[in-house]
């Protein structure tokens, strides 16, 4: 928990640096006050799973290039640990863990997702072009796409176009894990 803090204030210090981003500026760009990106540079606060999406696409960043350390060379042989349930402060009931950092070759990201009963997390449209695969590994998730929500049950799937507002629930009883792959698709 507390190299993942260090990780993201590094990274968020690093980015806004390197464009010369004023806090003023960072916040305008992802959505995110100004206070709020003081704390996380200087490691006071945890970001929200949904606060670090608003900075990745500020930034025009994936996700995962703000909490691990991406591969600096191509595909190599990469074996991903047990999913460990990093658990972002103030998201209660839902936990990421990143099964395959963001690769340039590959385009892609690929996530674990834990939801608790009763998890209800919306998420803010991505930059246009990414695609979400969502993939139930164990129970039954809800998503929503174009105002519509979608059962999946265990071993099925769905893709959509992630920019526009979607959202993730699990109205059952038992705890659900889901895979998220995040394809963004680079020119
Ligand atoms: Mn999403």
Redesign the pocket.
């Known amino acids: 928990m507390k190299n993942l803090l260090k990780k993201i204030s590094k990274t968020l210090k690093d980015l806004r640096s390197h464009r010369s981003w004023s806090l003023d500026a960072a916040s305008e760009k992802t959505g995110v006050s100004k206070a709020m990106l003081g704390q996380i540079e200087r490691g006071e606060s945890s970001p929200t799973i949904s606060t670090l999406?608003k900075i990745a696409k500020g930034f025009d960043v994936s996700f995962s290039s703000l909490t691990e350390n991406l591969e600096s060379s191509k595909y190599k042989f990469l074996r991903s640990k047990k999913v460990s349930t990093k658990n972002y402060q103030g998201d209660k009931k839902i936990k990421l863990s990143t099964i395959f950092p963001y690769n340039k070759e590959s385009g892609f990201e690929v996530f674990a997702i834990t939801l608790l009963p009763t998890c209800h997390h919306k998420?803010?449209p991505?930059r246009k072009g990414?695609i979400?695969y969502v993939i139930v590994a164990s129970g039954e998730i809800e998503i929503l796409i174009n105002d519509k929500w979608h059962s999946i049950k265990e071993s099925e799937g769905i893709r959509f176009a992630?920019d526009k507002p979607?959202g993730?629930r699990n109205v059952s009883k038992k705890i659900a894990i889901f895979h998220?792959i995040?394809c963004y698709n680079e020119k």
Do not use: D, K
Request: no cysteine.
């Open positions: 999406w998420s803010a991505h990414i979400e992630a979607h993730y998220n995040i």
